[in-house]
């Protein structure tokens, strides 16, 4: 598991930001958010929706659909989190992600924000040091309990691992 090429182009003070949250498990999305000066608001979305971005007057704001499972709610802010980092340029008309992270951006950029969620949700030597510690139980049962303690979806313990 390693750290994303997207990752590898933030600044040192993003990265220290980011990292500072990434102790422990779970980390603390919501946290890191409001350390780079974003701020978050549950929202009634369409159920086809999971969450927007969107920089106005100097504001940037996340908009995350309040009916989505707590796991995904954290991925979309995660996600969110990423399109500010990356893509800071093509904020000021908004980005829409609908529930499979696709926007009016090109996929390879959605896959960006991807990646790098992955990264600052899932760090790599915390999700490492977490399955090793629980190598007793069976390896379903270990990603469950790994996904559970990082408060993300199971598919996303899986892809992050590369087991799907
Ligand atoms: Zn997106």
């Known amino acids: 598991m390693k750290s994303s090429p997207e990752w590898k182009t933030l600044s040192d003070d993003q990265k220290a930001i980011i990292a500072s949250h990434q102790a422990k498990l779970p980390v603390a999305v919501g946290a890191i958010a409001k350390d780079l000066g974003l701020i978050i608001l549950k929202s009634t979305m369409p159920g086809s929706i999971s969450g927007e971005i969107r ?5 940037v704001t996340i908009k995350v659909n309040r009916h989505d499972v707590k796991e995904r709610q954290r991925f979309t802010i995660a996600h969110e989190i990423a399109h500010f980092l990356l893509h800071r340029e093509r904020l000021a008309s908004g980005i829409t992600d609908d529930v499979l992270y696709r926007s009016r951006l090109s996929d390879d950029l959605e896959r ?3 990646r790098l969620a992955a990264d600052i949700i899932m760090p790599a030597s915390l999700i490492e040091q977490e399955l090793l510690a629980h190598s007793a139980l069976k390896l379903d049962e270990r990603y469950k309990k790994v996904a559970e303690l990082a408060q993300v979806s199971l598919a996303a313990i899986k892809i992050r691992t590369g087991k799907k």
């Open 55 to 59: 920089e106005t007057e100097g504001v």
């Open 112 to 114: 960006e924000a991807n």
